[in-house]
C-alpha cells in the first residue's frame, strides 16, 4: 500500500479534495477553488483580448458606404450596398478558411501563441485597411485581417475554463460582452473619427496624412488599441491570470501526453449532436447579427428618398455609442441572473421572438424625424443588441459544456469556422438584399426597407426554431 502510494506525485488536501504537486490541472483547480470572489483581475484580461478582436470587425460599417462611394467603382447609388457587402464579408471569409487551424494550433501549443498572432494582425493589417486607396485594396487587407485572427476560439475556451461554476456564466458573457460591445464601440469610433479634416477642420487639415486617407484614424486608434495589448502580454508577468493561463498551457499539453500512453480515443467532435446543435444554431443567429449590422449603417447612412435616414457617420457613431453603453451594464449584471433562473436556452428563446415584432418597427421609425426619431432609434438599437448579445451568450455556454478541456480549443475552431461562413454570408447577403430593396420602392408587397427587415425576421424565427427539441440537444453528464 505503502510502496504504491510511492509512486504516486505527493498529494495534499485542501477543502477535502486532493491536489497533486507538479500537476498544471491541479494547479488550475486550486486557483480556482481558493478565489472564491468576482475573478476581476481575468474578467479584465479577456475583456480586453476580445475588444481587440471585435473593434475592427465592424468599425468600417458607418464610413463604408462613402469609403466605396469614394472608390468610384458603383456606378449607381443604389449599388453601393453590394460592393459594401463584399468589404464587410472577406474579414469573415478568411477566418472562415482558418478558424479550425487557429483552434487546432491553440490546443496543441497554448493559447498565447494564438493571441499574440491575432493582436499582431490587428495592428498590421487594420492599419493598411484604413489606408486603402482602391476597393481591391479594402477587400484583400480585410481578408488577411480575418485569416490571421484566430482570437475568439480560444479565449471562449479560456473563459470556460478558469472561473468557477457558478461564475462561468459571468466569464461567458463577459466574452459575449466585450465582443458586443466591440461590435458597438467599433462603428461608433468609425462614425466619429472618419473624415476627420471634414468633421474638426481646425484639428485635421484636408493636407495632411488623414486628409488625404480620410479612413485612416479609426483604423489607426483600433491598431493602437492592439498594440498596447500585445506588449500587455508580453511584459506582464507577475499578474495572477497570467499564472492561470499558463497552468492552462501546461494542463493541455499534459492531458493530450496521457492520452498518448493511454491510446482512448476520443469521440469526433463532428459526432457530438450537443456541440454540432448548439454551433449551427449560433451559425444561424451569426448570420442575422452580421446583415444586422451592415445592414443598420446603410439604412442609416442612406438618403430619405430612398427610404433610409439620411444620418452622417457622426450621427450613426452616436446611436452605437450609446448602444454599446447600455450592454455593458446589461451584460455585467442582469443576464447572469436571468441564466441561473431561465437558463441559456430559454433566454435566447425569449431573445429571439422579441426581436421580430423590434425590427418590423424600423421601417416605421424611419418615417419620423426630429426628437421622435432620434429618441426611438436610440431605443431600438438598445433594445436590438441586447437581445442579440443575450442570444449568443446562451450559446457560448451550450457549446463549451458539450466537450471536455482539452477538446474546447478545436470545438470553438469549428465554431468560429461555421459562423465565419455565416457571417461571410451575412454583409455579402444583407449589402445585395438592401441594394435589391432600394430598386422596390414603389412595389405592392413589402416595398423598400420592409422587405428588409422581413427577410432578417425570417432568419431570426428559423433560428428561434431551431433552438426546441429534437434540434438543439444538451450534453448530460
Not at 37 to 54: D, K, M, Q, R
Not at 135 to 164: D, H, Q
Not at 253 to 272: D, F, H, I, Y
Not at 365 to 392: D, E, Q, T
Request: hydrophobic content about 45%.
Amino acid at each position: 500500500m505503502a510502496a504504491g502510494e510511492e509512486k504516486l506525485r505527493e498529494p495534499f488536501l485542501k477543502n477535502e479534495k486532493r491536489y497533486y504537486e507538479n500537476c498544471p490541472g491541479c494547479k488550475v483547480d486550486q486557483l480556482k477553488d481558493t478565489k472564491s470572489g468576482l475573478p476581476i483581475t481575468e474578467l479584465f484580461s479577456i475583456w480586453i483580448i476580445v475588444l481587440c478582436t471585435a473593434l475592427p470587425i465592424s468599425s468600417l460599417f458607418p464610413f463604408l458606404y462613402f469609403m466605396i462611394k469614394d472608390f468610384q467603382i458603383a456606378k449607381r447609388e443604389e449599388d453601393i450596398g453590394s460592393y459594401a457587402g463584399y468589404v464587410g464579408s472577406s474579414f469573415m471569409f478568411g477566418r472562415a478558411l482558418t478558424s479550425v487551424f487557429w483552434g487546432l494550433v491553440a490546443d496543441r501549443y497554448g493559447r498565447k501563441p494564438v493571441i499574440i498572432m491575432g493582436t499582431a494582425s490587428v495592428v498590421i493589417f487594420n492599419t493598411l485597411f484604413g489606408l486603402s486607396v482602391n476597393f481591391w485594396m479594402a477587400v484583400l487587407t480585410r481578408f488577411l485581417l480575418g485569416s490571421l485572427n484566430g482570437l475568439l476560439g480560444p479565449i471562449k475556451a479560456y473563459a470556460c475554463e478558469i472561473f468557477r461554476e457558478e461564475h462561468q456564466a459571468l466569464g461567458l458573457s463577459t466574452v459575449s460582452t466585450a465582443w458586443g460591445i466591440g461590435l458597438i464601440i467599433g462603428p461608433a469610433l468609425g462614425g466619429f473619427l472618419a473624415q476627420p479634416a471634414e468633421k474638426y477642420p481646425n484639428l485635421f487639415s484636408s493636407e495632411s496624412l488623414f486628409g488625404k486617407f480620410p479612413y485612416f484614424l479609426p483604423c489607426l486608434c483600433i491598431s493602437l488599441f492592439a498594440f498596447g495589448e500585445t506588449l500587455h502580454r508580453h511584459n506582464d508577468d507577475d499578474d495572477s491570470c497570467d499564472v492561470s493561463y499558463d497552468a492552462l498551457e501546461s494542463a493541455s499539453a499534459e492531458v493530450k501526453e496521457e492520452e498518448g500512453r493511454e491510446a482512448t480515443p476520443k469521440k469526433s467532435l463532428l459526432k457530438n449532436w450537443p456541440l454540432m446543435s448548439s454551433i449551427i444554431v449560433y451559425c444561424v443567429f451569426s448570420l442575422h447579427d452580421m446583415a444586422y449590422s451592415e445592414i443598420f449603417s446603410l439604412w442609416a447612412n442612406s438618403p430619405k428618398k430612398l427610404g433610409g435616414l439620411n444620418y452622417s457617420t457622426q450621427m450613426v457613431g452616436e446611436v452605437l455609442a450609446i448602444t454599446g453603453f447600455s450592454l455593458l451594464v446589461f451584460q455585467l449584471s442582469l443576464y447572469p441572473f436571468l441564466e441561473r433562473i431561465l437558463g441559456p436556452i430559454m433566454v435566447a428563446r425569449i431573445a429571439g421572438v422579441l426581436t421580430i415584432p423590434l425590427l418590423t418597427s424600423y421601417p416605421y421609425i424611419a418615417m419620423l424625424s426630429g426628437f421622435g426619431l432620434a429618441f426611438l432609434l436610440n431605443c431600438a438599437s438598445v433594445v436590438k443588441n441586447l437581445l442579440s448579445v443575450s442570444i449568443i451568450t446562451g450559446l457560448f455556454i451550450l457549446q463549451n459544456r458539450a466537450v471536455d478541456q482539452d477538446q474546447r480549443g478545436a470545438a470553438n475552431g469549428i465554431a468560429m469556422t461555421g459562423m465565419s461562413l455565416f457571417k461571410a454570408a451575412g454583409p455579402a447577403g444583407g449589402g445585395a438584399l438592401f441594394s435589391w430593396a432600394q430598386k422596390r420602392l414603389d412595389a405592392s408587397f413589402l416595398p423598400g426597407s420592409q422587405m428588409v427587415f422581413f427577410v432578417l425576421n425570417v432568419v431570426e424565427a428559423i433560428g428561434v426554431l431551431m433552438t426546441f427539441k429534437p434540434f438543439l440537444a444538451q450534453r448530460h453528464d
